[in-house]
């Protein structure tokens, strides 16, 4: 056990003065904490000399923070006269004896903080604890265990419950999430991506600022440079605990977005399925969902990059046999499978309107009483009172037909209004927008079902007093994707082949979601309400309705053919997809999974890419000093194999920031080159 030291406070960017090295640690980390306003508040309750509960509980997945709060609890336990003893459960020997040794100090402080740390490690001991060590601190004491789990039932058994306290320690809200990486010293552009990568985790955000500030390139998910990154996640998340685990179950697990028994026997047939999925769900970092279980999402993002970097084959063939594996019972009749399809597709733009990431924060739910008006509210304070006015009669006198989003203290975060041609509400048919689209639907009913939209918002990237000609769906964030979802499953339609959707043109990302799904714009269609222009896409599934185009979307991204698949559509060329394209020219399957491919075999559709960017390099330059450099920026950071941009910065006597700002432009000639000469196939 370490007896903490205190911590002379000093301001933020004060000088460090005269004191040992801890010390100056000490002031560092202080400085660097942010956050957990209400956690600390409840804690330092426990202080106060009438406070009931002395012993608290406090539980979270791994790189939550758990260890921070406990030392920022440490320093303003010390300013109020407590004296912090530390406990680190992995260096603590299997024996009560040693535990004994270590508590004998607290034993005679006049006021003890006693913080044990990484408690999953020692909870053998809690019984001890309970019955003989614990119990002879001074009644002034207060502990604080921090650990993985939930306390077991015993602290809250015979006379252990009136002292004993909880407390689950949650993901950074955003806000918090930024003021760390301010704290780490990143402000830039990459902030709000990194937030959403890094999911709340204190932790991610630690790495993710350490790995920004020194490449100025990276971005989140970019982990080729940074494999480290992903090495460090791991081995602080779940290193220790995956050892029991085989490493094909692992993989199972980290591209699933929820792993069953049925799967681990289908997609491993030659392992103990029952066996394997045991020990799966007596991991720590795992926790059950639907009739499955999934993995923390940080460490299972982790361990999917790191699969994708160490072993893309074995990444692929497993990603094929579990869409394969949910394909088969979403056609035996379960339509949920969409949701986990869905989760296996890679871009970004699909997710943008399809998917169910956001269910961590939000969920679906019926209109209740009181949503009418608070929706009412929230539209007009986005100027859109003329769009509810149509919406309003299919809250009121057809609620089946609207799915709300709401977070978590119930908050309306979103909604949607979705029917099908056999589901519409009578005056539906008058309606400017979706009546003349229920026409069409039906005209083409012999072809299969439609789920219809009439609209879509999603609030929380749309601030109130903002205008409504960003588009109808809001920011189009996790709120909407979710929505997107919900339509299809509650539309009464088990597999539909169409889906028309009402996008406003100035909403980019529907735009996108509506060319990458290969909609077709019914210009007929199309109506104005007001000062909004409303376009009508509809997507054609195929034959194969939903479920085949979902298997089709991860085997086109796997670079294989899918069943039955029509032809690939010719690709919409923008920045980010050549972008993507030139980050990974040299890795075969990644290129292969590019809308730019052409080909048979993942190898015809890297080398096409590759031939594609080969030949818009060598027509979208001149001949000038400035256009040849920006031509040997890209060929080097690019093309040819180079042993980092900061090594090819070095050779062409470009500081790191004219290399990368000539990088870019160089890969958006290339792109606005590609966009302009697009071939047919």
């Given at each position: 056990?370490?007896?903490?030291?205190?911590?002379?406070?000093?301001?933020?960017?004060?000088?460090?003065?005269?004191?040992?090295?801890?010390?100056?640690?000490?002031?560092?980390?202080?400085?660097?904490?942010?956050?957990?306003?209400?956690?600390?508040?409840?804690?330092?309750?426990?202080?106060?000399?009438?406070?009931?509960?002395?012993?608290?509980?406090?539980?979270?997945?791994?790189?939550?923070?758990?260890?921070?709060?406990?030392?920022?609890?440490?320093?303003?336990?010390?300013?109020?006269?407590?004296?912090?003893?530390?406990?680190?459960?992995?260096?603590?020997?299997?024996?009560?004896?040693?535990?004994?040794?270590?508590?004998?100090?607290?034993?005679?402080?006049?006021?003890?903080?006693?913080?044990?740390?990484?408690?999953?490690?020692?909870?053998?001991?809690?019984?001890?604890?309970?019955?003989?060590?614990?119990?002879?601190?001074?009644?002034?004491?207060?502990?604080?265990?921090?650990?993985?789990?939930?306390?077991?039932?015993?602290?809250?058994?015979?006379?252990?419950?009136?002292?004993?306290?909880?407390?689950?320690?949650?993901?950074?809200?955003?806000?918090?999430?930024?003021?760390?990486?301010?704290?780490?010293?990143?402000?830039?552009?990459?902030?709000?991506?990194?937030?959403?990568?890094?999911?709340?985790?204190?932790?991610?955000?630690?790495?993710?600022?350490?790995?920004?500030?020194?490449?100025?390139?990276?971005?989140?998910g970019d982990d080729r440079d940074h494999p480290e990154i992903l090495r460090a996640l791991i081995r602080r998340l779940a290193e220790s605990e995956m050892q029991s685990v085989r490493f094909s179950v692992l993989a199972v697990a980290a591209i699933?977005?929820?792993?069953?028994?049925?799967?681990l026997a289908a997609v491993l047939p030659a392992g103990d399925a029952e066996g394997a999925y045991e020990r799966l769900h007596g991991l720590s970092f795992s926790e059950p969902v639907g009739d499955g279980l999934a993995l923390h999402e940080l460490?299972?993002?982790?361990?999917?990059?790191?699969?994708?970097?160490?072993?893309?084959?074995?990444?692929?063939?497993?990603?094929?046999?579990?869409?394969?594996?949910?394909?088969?019972?979403?056609?035996?009749?379960?339509?949920?499978?969409?949701?986990?399809?869905?989760?296996?597709?890679?871009?970004?733009?699909?997710?943008?309107?399809?998917?169910?990431?956001?269910?961590?924060?939000?969920?679906?739910?019926?209109?209740?009483?009181?949503?009418?008006?608070?929706?009412?509210?929230?539209?007009?304070?986005?100027?859109?009172?003329?769009?509810?006015?149509?919406?309003?009669?299919?809250?009121?006198?057809?609620?089946?037909?609207?799915?709300?989003?709401?977070?978590?203290?119930?908050?309306?975060?979103?909604?949607?209004?979705?029917?099908?041609?056999?589901?519409?509400?009578?005056?539906?048919?008058?309606?400017?927008?979706?009546?003349?689209?229920?026409?069409?639907?039906?005209?083409?009913?012999?072809?299969?079902?439609?789920?219809?939209?009439?609209?879509?918002?999603?609030?929380?990237?749309?601030?109130?007093?903002?205008?409504?000609?960003?588009?109808?769906?809001?920011?189009?964030?996790?709120?909407?994707?979710?929505?997107?979802?919900?339509?299809?499953?509650?539309?009464?339609?088990?597999?539909?082949?169409?889906?028309?959707?009402?996008?406003?043109?100035?909403?980019?990302?529907?735009?996108?979601?509506?060319?990458?799904?290969?909609?077709?714009?019914?210009?007929?269609?199309?109506?104005?309400?007001?000062?909004?222009?409303?376009?009508?896409?509809?997507?054609?599934?195929?034959?194969?309705?939903?479920?085949?185009?979902?298997?089709?979307?991860?085997?086109?991204?796997?670079?294989?053919?899918?069943?039955?698949?029509?032809?690939?559509?010719?690709?919409?060329?923008?920045?980010?997809?050549?972008?993507?394209?030139?980050?990974?020219?040299?890795?075969?399957?990644?290129?292969?999974?590019?809308?730019?491919?052409?080909?048979?075999?993942?190898?015809?559709?890297?080398?096409?890419?590759?031939?594609?960017?080969?030949?818009?390099?060598?027509?979208?330059?001149?001949?000038?000093?400035?256009?040849?450099?920006?031509?040997?920026?890209?060929?080097?950071?690019?093309?040819?194999?180079?042993?980092?941009?900061?090594?090819?910065?070095?050779?062409?006597?470009?500081?790191?920031?004219?290399?990368?700002?000539?990088?870019?432009?160089?890969?958006?000639?290339?792109?606005?080159?590609?966009?302009?000469?697009?071939?047919?196939?």
């Open positions: 056990m370490r007896h903490m030291d205190r911590v002379e406070h000093r301001p933020p960017g004060g000088g460090v003065g005269a004191g040992t090295l801890a010390s100056r640690l000490a002031r560092v980390d202080e400085q660097r904490f942010v956050g957990r306003a209400a956690e600390l508040a409840g804690l330092e309750r426990c202080l106060e000399d009438e406070a009931t509960v002395r012993v608290v509980h406090v539980f979270g997945p791994g790189g939550i923070g758990k260890s921070s709060l406990l030392r920022e609890l440490a320093r303003r336990a010390g300013e109020r006269g407590f004296t912090p003893f530390a406990v680190e459960g992995r260096d603590l020997p299997p024996s009560p004896d040693a535990l004994e040794t270590i508590l004998a100090d607290a034993a005679t402080a006049e006021r003890p903080l006693l913080l044990i740390d990484t408690y999953e490690r020692m909870t053998g001991l809690g019984a001890y604890l309970r019955r003989g060590l614990l119990p002879r601190l001074p009644a002034t004491a207060v502990v604080v265990i921090a650990g993985r789990a939930p306390p077991e039932e015993s602290w809250f058994q015979d006379g252990w419950e009136g002292v004993v306290s909880e407390l689950a320690l949650d993901k950074l809200p955003a806000g918090d999430a930024l003021a760390l990486l301010a704290a780490q010293g990143l402000t830039d552009e990459r902030c709000a991506a990194i937030v959403d990568w890094a999911d709340g985790s204190p932790l991610a955000l630690t790495l993710a600022a350490s790995a920004a500030t020194s490449d100025g390139s990276w971005t989140p699933a977005r929820v792993t069953t028994p049925e799967m460490v299972r993002k982790s361990l999917r990059a790191d699969l994708r970097r160490r072993a893309p084959d074995r990444d692929r063939e497993l990603r094929r046999r579990i869409t394969d594996h949910l394909f088969e019972r979403a056609q035996a009749g379960d339509p949920l499978m969409a949701i986990e399809m869905a989760a296996l597709i890679d871009s970004p733009v699909i997710r943008w309107g399809f998917g169910w990431e956001g269910s961590i924060d939000y969920r679906i739910d019926d209109v209740r009483p009181g949503d009418e008006e608070r929706i009412a509210q929230l539209m007009s304070e986005r100027h859109l009172d003329d769009w509810w006015a149509l919406t309003r009669r299919f809250v009121a006198e057809a609620p089946d037909r609207v799915a709300l989003a709401r977070d978590r203290h119930d908050n309306v975060c979103g909604f949607l209004t979705y029917m099908s041609p056999s589901t519409a509400p009578a005056f539906a048919d008058e309606d400017p927008i979706v009546g003349p689209t229920l026409a069409h639907a039906r005209r083409d009913a012999r072809l299969g079902d439609a789920v219809l939209w009439h609209d879509s918002f999603d609030f929380t990237g749309w601030p109130a007093g903002e205008r409504g000609d960003r588009g109808f769906s809001g920011s189009g964030g996790r709120v909407k994707a979710m929505l997107g979802m919900a339509g299809m499953l509650r539309s009464g339609v088990l597999n539909p082949r169409f889906m028309y959707l009402p996008i406003n043109p100035e909403n980019e990302g529907a735009r996108a979601f509506a060319q990458a799904s290969g909609a077709t714009h019914l210009t007929e269609l199309d109506c104005r309400l007001a000062e909004h222009a409303i376009e009508c896409h509809r997507i054609d599934h195929g034959p194969g309705g939903l479920f085949g185009s979902l298997r089709g979307f991860v085997y086109m991204e796997l670079g294989l053919a899918a069943p039955d698949a029509p032809p690939p559509a010719v690709p919409v060329v923008d920045r980010e997809l050549v972008r993507d394209a030139l980050r990974n020219f040299h890795v075969p399957h990644a290129l292969a999974a590019s809308r730019l491919a052409r080909g048979d075999t993942p190898e015809q559709r890297a080398e096409s890419v590759r031939e594609l960017l080969r030949g818009a390099a060598d027509a979208a330059f001149g001949d000038s000093h400035n256009e040849r450099l920006l031509r040997r920026v890209l060929t080097l950071g690019y093309l040819e194999t180079s042993p980092s941009h900061e090594q090819v910065a070095l050779d062409l006597a470009l500081s790191r920031a004219a290399y990368f700002r000539r990088l870019r432009v160089a890969a958006d000639r290339v792109a606005d080159h590609l966009a302009q000469t697009a071939r047919p196939d």
